[in-house]
């Protein structure tokens, strides 16, 4: 099966969503709102869906893996770039303007940058939920859940790993948000409690709750743990999380 080389074939209707979600984000810092693929933009935007076929994942993952590379590592590696350009506009528009967000992954597009790294999204015309669902609800159902599942299977890699790194910008928003006076604080309990909620509304278990959390003290940069390793650390090509990272915390907790 071919990998979709052509680019995504918006409509009129994606355009405008394009546009109304870079004006919700003007706002905030650009860099944010460039993770939007603004109408002009001529890059390739494979459709999302293609990461559910394992053929064609493997060919929009496989040209930034190198040879000597660990493939779990630069899986989760790569989805940190894919769930970050996805969930910082996504749900900054949600914070921004107290609708439901969805952007189901079956109606997304996404731009990967020179390196075949996740950099931007298209996300069609289905970015707001339906009436009904929590502000974050249908982000997690509709795209995150899917995608953990196709990136899981592709590593292998387990399932932990990539929520953590999903949580990881899902509350670094959140809280950046809160800290700069950018959204509703009632808009920000709601976050905040969709991502530490034990229990989905159906009674599954939430996959977000606790993967980050605090060590001590009042909640700051230097307390800020992850639950689960991202596996950064075995890539030459990449920093290593620092104070973020639950084994860099336990060796130093070791060393004291």
């Keep these: ?33 460039e993770m939007v693929v603004a109408p002009e933009d001529a890059r390739r935007t494979p459709p999302c869906a293609d990461l559910l076929d394992p ?24 989805s940190q770039y894919y ?11 949600a914070l921004l303007t107290g609708r439901a967000v969805s952007a189901p992954l079956t109606a997304c597009a996404f731009a990967p940058n020179a390196e075949a790294m996740p950099a931007a ?40 790993v990539l929520w953590g790194n999903a949580a990881h910008y899902l509350e670094w928003l959140v809280g950046w948000m809160a800290a700069e006076g950018r959204a509703d604080p009632g808009l920000v309990e709601e976050a905040r409690d969709f991502l530490e909620r034990p229990l989905l509304p159906d009674g599954r278990r939430n996959p977000l709750a606790g993967a980050i959390h605090y060590g001590g003290g009042q909640p700051s940069a230097e307390t800020r743990r992850r639950k689960t390793c991202c596996l950064r650390y075995r890539l030459a090509c990449a920093a290593d999380c620092g104070g973020l990272c639950p084994k860099i915390a336990a060796q130093g907790r070791r060393a004291a």
């Design 83 to 93: 769930f970050g350009s996805l969930c910082l506009p996504v749900a900054a528009c």
């Design 1 to 33: 099966m071919a990998i979709s080389m052509e680019p995504w074939a918006l409509t009129t209707q994606d355009d405008a969503t394009s546009q109304e979600m870079r004006r919700i984000l003007a706002d905030l810092p650009a860099w944010i709102g």
């Design 121 to 160: 999204f298209r996300i069609g015309t289905e970015l707001w939920a339906k009436p009904g669902r929590g502000l974050l609800d249908g982000l997690l159902e509709d795209h995150l859940r899917p995608a953990v599942a196709a990136f899981a299977q592709a590593g292998p890699l387990a399932e932990r």
């Design 55 to 78: 053929t064609r994942f493997e060919a929009l993952f496989a040209p930034c893996l190198a040879p000597d590379e660990v493939r779990a590592a630069k899986l989760s590696f790569w």
